[in-house]
């Protein structure tokens, strides 16, 4: 009876390792597989002055936009208007007054649709 059952233990074994191997292959085809990249420290560096550089770059940008809205003339009866009607603070009509080249009107609009 052992010599009966043994070869289809055997079939059994077989098939189960055919089909864990078969499992193994299928599972790599689906990982991701990234190999590691060992980043010097001259690349660090390069990378971290490009990032200063750029804050730099956006920080300049803000002042210029903010120096070209310190031009751009406001009259105090448009503001003391938007604060009234839209009870705003000073600061939010004088600044949307100045990105509107103060215009009341776009002011006004600007300030009801947003």
Do not use: C, W
């Amino acid at each position: 009876m052992t010599e009966e059952s043994a070869p289809i233990d055997d079939d059994k074994l077989e098939k189960k390792k055919k089909h864990d191997a078969e499992s193994a292959a299928d599972l790599e085809k689906v990982t991701d597989f990234a190999e590691e990249k060992e980043i010097s420290g001259t690349d660090l560096a390069s990378v971290l002055v490009n990032i200063e550089e750029k804050k730099k770059a956006e920080i300049m940008k803000i002042k210029e936009k903010e120096r070209e809205l310190a031009k751009v003339s406001i009259k105090k009866e448009d503001v003391e208007l938007i604060i009234k009607e839209l009870e705003v603070t000073k600061q939010v009509a004088e600044r949307t007054l100045r990105e509107n080249g103060g215009n009341l009107v776009a002011a006004l609009t600007t300030l009801v649709h947003s």
